[in-house]
Every structure is written in structure tokens, then in C-alpha cells.
T-cell receptor
Framework: QKEVEQDPGPLSVPEGAIVSLNCTYS??????FMWYRQYSRKGPELLMY????GNKEDGRFTAQVDKSSKYISLFIRDSQPSDSATYLC????????????FGGGTRVLVKP | GAGVSQSPSNKVTEKGKDVELRCDPI?????LYWYRQSLGQGLEFLIY????????KSGLPSDRFSAERTGGSVSTLTIQRTQQEDSAVYLC??????????????FGPGTRLTVT
């Protein structure tokens, strides 16, 4: 079993809808949680970074962490066709030398 | 400013040949990472360099894989006697010094390796 599980999708939504993405993890040692966006044939870029349980909002993006359930989520409001990409969750253990463990990624398609 | 660059962008090689992949990190970034992304998969950590410390090689899948970082800047990932299962996108990332909480890793565009 992988340490970080993520549904591969694809997830298809109409423009303007809310996109809901999530990851589950098995190791409680993970302390830092990130969401990356990756466009086709490009490197991943960091969208959101959270440390503690709870919500963090940045523009149209909201990240949630529930450490008790080992579950993290990313919500994208008012989705746009330009949000079509693969979204990867990533996690890091404390004092792990910044070595990230990634989920497999969810492909999202926002249809105009 | 310039981001992380990688070369070549694409590499096709025959099974059994050696390949070298290059990464130029962002200037001033002391930490450098290599990841591998197989088709439809997430990123798999390979190796991590931090300043003058010994690299963390815990993710290298076999002794056919090695990496160097010269002068604390450019890094080269070498795969010897390539196999078809080595076909993947190899991504390099760099960041400021690894601390708590972690600094953001900036990724390059990757090198797409195909072993025929």
C-alpha cells in the first residue's frame, strides 16, 4: 500500500463549478502538506502549503487538513478552463530533509 | 529571474546504453532534488543534495543510478545500462536551505527519457 493515496480521475466539471480533490495518507509522521499543479509536459508548481489541521484559503483555493483522519483536501471555487491540469498532493515528515512524498495525482478537466 | 532548467528535454536511448541528465538550479539555492515520474504516476523521490552535506541517496532504485553536484550548483543524474523500466520523466527541483518549516521546491520542466 502506498503511503499517500490519490484518486487518478479524470475529474470533469463544467466551468464555474467547485472542484474537490483529496488525498489520504497512512503515516502520522507527515507534518507538512502541499498541493501542486502540473500542466502537461511542465514541472509541478506549488499552489498551497499547510502545516496544521484546519483550513487555509488563498483566492479561489482552499486547502483543508484533518490529521486525525489522515485526510487532506483542496477545493477550487469558480473553476476556469485554465484550471485544467493534474493536481498532486505532497507531504513531508518533520526533519526529513525536505524529501517530499507525492500522491499519484488527479487529472482535472474544466469544460467551458 | 531564471527558473530551474534541465537538459535535454527529451532523450531516446537504446537499452543498455548510459545516459546523463543535467539540472541547473536557481542561483543561490543550496538544496537540489531529483524525482522520477512514470506515466500516470506521482513523483518518486530519488536523491537530495543540501550544501556540502552528504547526499540523501535513499530513493535511488538501483546501483545503476548515481548523481553528482559540482561546485554546489549544476547536477548530473547518470543512469548506466538503461532498462525499459527506466523510461519516465526525470524532474529536478531546487530550494533554499532545507529548514523547518520547509522552503518551497521549484521544479524544472523535466527530461523525458525513453528507453527502446
Amino acid at each position: 500500500q502506498k503511503e499517500v493515496e490519490q484518486d487518478p480521475g479524470p475529474l470533469s466539471v463544467p466551468e464555474g463549478a467547485i472542484v474537490s480533490l483529496n488525498c489520504t495518507y497512512s503515516n502520522s509522521a507527515f507534518q507538512y502538506f502541499m498541493w501542486y499543479r502540473q500542466y502537461s509536459r511542465k514541472g509541478p508548481e506549488l499552489l498551497m502549503y499547510t502545516y496544521s489541521s484546519g483550513n487555509k484559503e488563498d483566492g479561489r483555493f482552499t486547502a483543508q487538513v484533518d490529521k486525525s483522519s489522515k485526510y487532506i483536501s483542496l477545493f477550487i471555487r469558480d473553476s476556469q478552463p485554465s484550471d485544467s491540469a493534474t493536481y498532486l498532493c505532497a507531504m513531508r515528515k518533520k526533519a526529513a530533509g525536505n524529501k517530499l512524498t507525492f500522491g499519484g495525482g488527479t487529472r482535472v478537466l474544466v469544460k467551458p | 529571474g531564471a527558473g530551474v532548467s534541465q537538459s535535454p528535454s527529451n532523450k531516446v536511448t537504446e537499452k543498455g546504453k548510459d545516459v546523463e541528465l543535467r539540472c541547473d538550479p536557481i542561483s543561490g539555492h543550496t538544496a537540489l532534488y531529483w524525482y522520477r515520474q512514470s506515466l500516470g504516476q506521482g513523483l518518486e523521490f530519488l536523491i537530495y543534495f543540501q550544501g556540502n552535506s552528504a547526499p540523501d541517496k535513499s530513493g535511488l532504485p538501483s546501483d545503476r543510478f548515481s548523481a553528482e553536484r559540482t561546485g554546489g550548483s549544476v547536477s548530473t543524474l547518470t543512469i548506466q545500462r538503461t532498462q525499459q523500466e527506466d523510461s519516465a520523466v526525470y524532474l529536478c527541483a531546487s530550494s533554499l536551505e532545507s529548514i523547518e518549516p520547509p522552503n518551497e521546491q521549484y521544479f524544472g520542466p523535466g527530461t523525458r527519457l525513453t528507453v527502446t
